[in-house]
T-cell receptor, first 111, second 116 residues
Framework: DAKTTQPNSMESNEEEPVHLPCNHS???????IHWYRQLPSQGPEYVIH???SNVNNRMASLAIAEDRKSSTLILHRATLRDAAVYYC????????????FGSGTQLTVLP | GAGVSQTPSNKVTEKGKYVELRCDPI?????LYWYRQSLGQGPEFLIY????????DSGLPNDRFFAVRPEGSVSTLKIQRTERGDSAVYLC??????????????FGPGTRLLVL
């Protein structure tokens, strides 16, 4: 899987939107962009994924750049329960099925 | 429905001992994964099962590590002659088989292994 780059940490105020960036300049045309998050003392949890178009679900939105070399996970209204490590992962259709995690972004939400 | 469960939640053992870690996947999920997570790092892949067979065991660090899934459901990760460096959180995940690029994995809470 192609490599992703994320900031080590970010802070946000409660009830404000959060934009978590991910760079993936070597992405290939068949790579899906996945986001997982890991709350303290829990296993990772799927958040959202997309290929080319922006995606929305009940947890978050995923904005994908037109050239697909970067993407942004958007939490519309951060809560204290959103404090977690967020992982951006590229997955190629037809390649190995396991997830390749980087070190992710530690999101701190301030009350 | 029930999620992925892992037992025990914590395991303390002595160097050189044998341990078994159990994973109960979500019912009907044919794919099962084991990962290992050291403090401050992201999870690292160990082994992947499709049904009863290990489809990819390229992440197992050495021959002290072995995993089975005899009936295509519950899986056991076995570690022989444990070493202090094996201390980590061992995570299990399961998924329905689908297009690899779009498959969602569901993780258990992990087993925290401490080797003294």
């Amino acid at each position: 899987d192609a490599k992703t780059t994320q900031p080590n940490s970010m802070e946000s105020n409660e009830e404000e939107p959060v934009h978590l960036p991910c760079n993936h300049s070597t992405i290939s045309g068949t790579d899906y962009i996945h986001w997982y998050r890991q709350l303290p003392s829990q296993g990772p949890e799927y958040v959202i994924h997309g290929l080319t178009s922006n995606v929305n679900n009940r947890m978050a939105s995923l904005a994908i750049a037109e050239d697909r070399k970067s993407s942004t996970l958007i939490l519309h209204r951060a809560t204290l329960r959103d404090a977690a490590v967020y992982y951006c992962i590229l997955r190629e259709a037809g390649s190995a099925r396991q997830l390749t995690f980087g070190s992710g972004t530690q999101l701190t939400v301030l009350p | 429905g029930a999620g992925v469960s892992q037992t025990p939640s914590n395991k303390v053992t002595e160097k050189g001992k044998y341990v078994e870690l159990r994973c109960d996947p979500i019912s009907g999920h044919t794919a099962l994964y084991w990962y290992r997570q050291s403090l401050g790092q992201g999870p690292e892949f160990l082994i992947y099962f499709q049904g009863t067979g290990a489809a990819d065991d390229s992440g197992l660090p050495n021959d002290r590590f072995f995993a089975v899934r005899p009936e295509g459901s519950v899986s056991t990760l076995k570690i022989q002659r444990t070493e202090r460096g094996d201390s980590a959180v061992y995570l299990c995940a399961s998924s329905r088989l689908g297009l690899a690029g779009q498959e969602t994995q569901y993780f258990g809470p992990g087993t925290r292994l401490l080797v003294l």
